[in-house]
Structure formats: structure tokens, C-alpha cells
């Protein structure tokens, strides 16, 4: 078979012996799935497999003509190959707010709504996307180049409460006060973790909105470059979400030059000039 970094087929120093990368949406897969790569590991490979850096796996030392024998079988159990080169990778995702006590959105099904409309698409150069279910940013989403982040938007209830200033300690910006035994939380601080509601013994903090903000040009790449919010939006609108994300990509796609990653376009193009273009028509 011929040998494509657009399946995720990278060769190695070792002359005729190639890495097959992975493709593991959001960082899943099944038991039966792990079992299959460890056999293929085992009998095709030099008997481990690397763990990558985007929640991916890579077999290596696979020899050409093996290849296809391996795709093949990964194949029967679901498993597709990954991507290389000026492409939309696959999407990383921490566990969310289905399993992580501190997540305040979901983020498999949006890895997966993601993936399913990008991925391999070709652009100017790579592109990485992560979703990550809170500020804690475990999944590294505003070091991607699109980055999505749950957040949530606090409100104290004064019946419930039973001053135990729990919220005021917790607090990672000191953006909570207590004055006449009222509690007051300063926007302009607030990084809408949600931290208060979680440690409030009375939930007395509840969350009054909950939604998402959107990010782009991240990398921690040879040449770094800062992230920017495009975008926040506490009413949990999903699709106006989806609808920002694409005017992202066809920006990039249409702006970039050729081997630039989005964070340097933004620095070439100007930030006041790259946020209204990928803003127009949101309402």
C-alpha cells in the first residue's frame, strides 16, 4: 500500500518501518479495542505502543508490507487510523461533566459532533482542536487553535446560606466578598469555574447560566502564540457555538498562508481585524 500521512501512516528513521497513528476521539476506546491494538502491538510491532501527547495511539515499527494487514484488522474492531500533516486533527476532550466532578458541560458528544465534521478536512496547515468541561483546562483547549471551555455563571441564593464562608476561601480569584453578612461576587474577577456551588454545603451558590467559551489561536508549539476569546456565551447555545467554530475554519481555510499555524495568522492579520470577520452574522 502506498504509504499517506493523511491516514496517519508517518515513516520512521528506520528505513521501511512506519508509525500508524490511531485515531481516539475524545481519548476513547473500547476494552476490546485496547485488546486488538495490544495483539497487533504484539505481533506487528515492537510489543508497546506510545501514548501520545493528544490522547492518541501509535503503533510503531510496523513494516510496509504489514501495513494494510493492520489497518484491516483495527478496522474490524472500529478502530480507523489518524492524521498527519495540514489537516484537522483529531479532537481531545477531558471526561466532562459525565464523569468529572468539577466538569460544567459535556464534551464527548461535542469531540465527537466536532470530529465528525473536520476531521482530515485539508487546511493551510495543522489544525488542533480540544474541548475541556471547565477552567481547569485539564484537556489544554486554550493551548489548541480552536479551544472550546465550560463555564458557568454563579448567583447566591441569602435564604439558604449559613455564612460558613466556604465560597470566599475557595475561590481561585478572591472574587467573592462577604459585606453585612451578604455575599457579592465581582464579575470583573469571576473566571466562572464554578467552585462556589460545588463547595457550598447549602447550595446556596446555584448556577444561574451555564454555556461556553470559545477560543482560538493556541500553541505551544517551536513558535508560541497566546490564545484569544473569540467568544463567550453563558446561555448554553450549542449551535451558535457550532456556527462561530465554522466561521473559524473558513477563515483560517481562506486567510493563512501556507504552513502557518492560526495563532501567527491572527499576529499577521491583526486581532481587530480577524474577530468581526469570524463574529459576522452571530448574533
Known sequence: MSVNKKMGILPQVQKDFYVLRLKTVGGDLTPQQFKKIAELAEKYGKRHVHLTTRQGIELECIRKED??????????????????????????????NAICTRGLIETKEIAKELDKNYFRKEVPHKLKIAVTGCPNNCARARENDIGIVGGVEPVWDKDTCISCDACIKI??????????????????????????????????????????????????????????????????????????IAAAISFFEKNAVTGER?????????????????LKGVN
Open 67 to 96: 501495513l494494510q494487514t493492520v489497518i484491516n484488522a483495527l478496522e474490524e474492531v472500529g478502530v480507523k487510523t489518524g492524521v498527519s500533516g495540514p489537516r484537522i486533527r483529531v479532537v481531545v476532550a477531558c471526561p466532562g
Open 171 to 244: 475561590c481561585p480569584t478572591q472574587a467573592i466578598s462577604k459585606k453585612n453578612n451578604e455575599y457579592r461576587i465581582d464579575k470583573r474577577k469571576c473566571i466562572n469555574c464554578g467552585r462556589c456551588v460545588s463547595i457550598c454545603p447549602k447550595s446556596s451558590w446555584k448556577v444561574k447560566k451555564r454555556g461556553y467559551f470559545f477560543y482560538i489561536g493556541g500553541n505551544a508549539g517551536k513558535l508560541p502564540t497566546q490564545y484569544k476569546l473569540v467568544y463567550k456565551d453563558l446561555e448554553e447555545d450549542l449551535n451558535k457555538i457550532y456556527t462561530i
Open 262 to 278: 492560526y495563532g501567527h495568522t491572527i499576529k499577521r492579520l491583526g486581532w481587530e481585524n480577524v474577530r468581526p470577520e469570524i
